[in-house]
């Protein structure tokens, strides 16, 4: 904030006419007391000396305005007046109370009991601020919705029903707090990001953009205590850009090594001067906002940790749902297969031999009907082999345990109804468990192409790399748009089957232009 010549005239003069009704209020309050007292018998003192007296306090207070540091504590030094002065008219008060209640002034035998009441009422008045400050200390604490002293906002940070309050809103009361309490015209928030700083907010709001810190400027800043305006024109310059010749105090907040933020206070160069004490609360607030911001952090991430750790406990229940439920299917399946194909063959196989005895039992039949009989046999026979070799390949290919995923990727591409090509150069082996989530994930791309694009030509690209091992399905058909496409029970298989080996799974696809599947598996090793 740049503050104009004019507005630094009108503060000198508000100081200045402070200064003159400081001393015109302790004149009054030694006027009104001598008189008083003269009314009352106490005492006599001589009129010249409570002329003189009024005069020099009067003369004190305009040439006190001529001197700046002064004049900074004008308003301390009214409010102290106003309270001396509050304490001579209680003490006036509370006689003419007594004047007023005897009906008539003191009789001489009377006079020598003024002074200790003069007495009494004065202490009687020095401690009524006091108890009054107690008091509403003490309603305060009883009473929600009043302002909180910093230290209040500060424990607030670490109540766990403010963790639903945004972190900026907190922060806006703690500059608020800090700013009544301090007695200033503005107080600065700042944030830091590991790389520097940037203004979060200020209290009154503040237009305008601000200058940011950068990593160096930050590591300089978090080696300093509380900065005046004097060490920041050396090291930090930019800080005092737009401020004109206000007092600055920067406050770092931080947490061991890391910098987490800074507390910026601005008073006009003409106002109340910051004082030592007040540079030790600001110090003392930034340090433990650091702390306060710490453990905040920490319950941060650690409830994002927990919420992870539910959200991949919920996916992982599903995914054991998902696979149990497709072992399931998959069983059925199996049985469907074997009672409608191979057992049906093994079945026609045992009423064709129960028909052969009879024929050979029976001498009188042809031996030709009997020859031609096993010669059926025979050909029922290879075809339940290759039926139940068939579903063994479905089960788990014995291919696939013995030469490894290439071979076993080339044989299930020869069984495809459409094209399929294999590349799978310089690939070994991996662990089981890994080369049959591959193989069965090819096989699942396979069926989906021969169901959504039947007849488009497939490739698949098998590479290795170290500790990973990466597959691709990519055909020519029609493709799909994957912005209103829904991944289906296929693909869900082959998340599932990937995720409980480590492995990603992505697809992607264009109209027009086919689908492309991306397989990553990471690698332990090779097979034992």
Same mark, same amino acid.
């Given at each position: ?12 003069? %508000?100081?200045?006419?402070?200064? #003159? !009704? /400081? =001393?015109? &209020?302790?004149? +009054?309050? @030694?006027? $009104? ?10 005492? %006599?003192?001589?009129?010249?000396? #409570? !002329? /003189? =007296?009024? &005069?020099?306090? +009067?003369? @004190?207070? $305009? ?18 007046? /106003? =309270? ?27 006079? /020598? ?416």
């Amino acid at each position: 904030m740049t503050f104009s010549l004019g507005a630094q005239t009108s503060a000198v003069t %508000r100081q200045r006419v402070q200064l #003159v !009704v /400081a =001393a015109g &209020l302790l004149a +009054l309050t @030694v006027a $009104a007391t001598s008189v008083s007292m003269r009314l009352l018998g106490a005492g %006599r003192p001589a009129a010249w000396f #409570v !002329v /003189a =007296a009024v &005069l020099a306090l +009067l003369l @004190v207070g $305009a040439l006190a305005g001529g001197l700046t540091r002064v004049r900074r504590d004008a308003s301390r030094v009214l409010a102290a007046a /106003a =309270a001396l002065a509050g304490l001579g008219a209680a003490v006036l008060l509370g006689l003419v109370v007594v004047v007023l209640v005897l009906g008539r002034l003191p009789h001489a035998d009377e006079r /020598a009991v003024v002074l200790p009441a003069v007495l009494g009422l004065a202490a009687a008045a020095l401690c009524f601020a006091p108890l009054r400050r107690a008091i509403t200390s003490a309603t305060r604490r009883s009473t929600t919705g009043l302002r909180r002293s910093p230290e209040a906002v500060l424990e607030a940070f670490g109540d766990r029903r403010t963790h639903e309050t945004p972190l900026e809103e907190l922060l806006r009361q703690l500059a608020e707090s800090l700013r009544a309490s301090l007695g200033v015209h503005s107080v600065e928030m700042w944030t830091g990001d590991g790389q520097g700083l940037t203004r979060l907010l200020s209290v009154p709001h503040r237009a305008g953009a601000t200058t940011a810190l950068g990593a160096e400027d930050a590591t300089t800043l978090a080696r300093a205590g509380v900065a005046g305006e004097a060490w920041l024109a050396l090291w930090l310059p930019q800080l005092l850009v737009g401020r004109g010749d206000a007092q600055v105090r920067v406050a770092p907040v931080g947490y061991g090594s890391d910098l987490l933020g800074a507390l910026v206070v601005e008073q006009p160069r003409e106002g109340e001067r910051i004082r030592s004490d007040d540079e030790r609360t600001l110090g003392e607030v930034s340090r433990r906002l650091g702390v306060v911001l710490h453990n905040r952090a920490l319950d941060a991430a650690l409830q994002a940790s927990l919420d992870d750790l539910r959200r991949t406990n919920a996916e992982l229940r599903a995914s054991r749902l998902r696979l149990v439920s497709a072992a399931d299917a998959e069983r059925r399946r199996i049985e469907r297969d074997i009672h409608d194909g191979a057992q049906q063959h093994l079945a026609a196989l045992a009423v064709n031999l129960g028909l052969a005895r009879q024929l050979l039992a029976d001498e009188s039949e042809d031996r030709s009907s009997v020859a031609e009989l096993l010669g059926e046999m025979s050909g029922d026979v290879r075809a339940t082999i290759a039926e139940v070799r068939d579903l063994a390949h479905g089960i788990y290919p014995p291919l696939l345990r013995q030469a490894g995923l290439p071979d076993a990727l080339r044989a299930a591409a020869q069984r495809s109804p459409a094209p399929v090509t294999v590349s799978a150069h310089g690939v070994g082996r991996a662990d089981a468990e890994v080369e049959a989530a591959v193989y069965f994930c090819v096989l699942e791309a396979l069926q989906n192409v021969a169901k959504h694009a039947p007849g488009a030509a497939t490739e698949v690209r098998l590479t290795e790399s170290p500790g990973e091992l990466a597959l691709e399905v990519s055909d020519d058909g029609p493709g799909f748009d994957p912005t209103t496409a829904e991944g289906g029970q296929g693909l869900q298989n082959m998340t599932d089957r990937l995720g409980a080996v480590g492995g990603q799974l992505r697809w992607e696809s264009t109209p027009g232009q086919g689908t492309r599947l991306h397989l990553r598996v990471p690698l332990s090793g090779g097979a034992p």
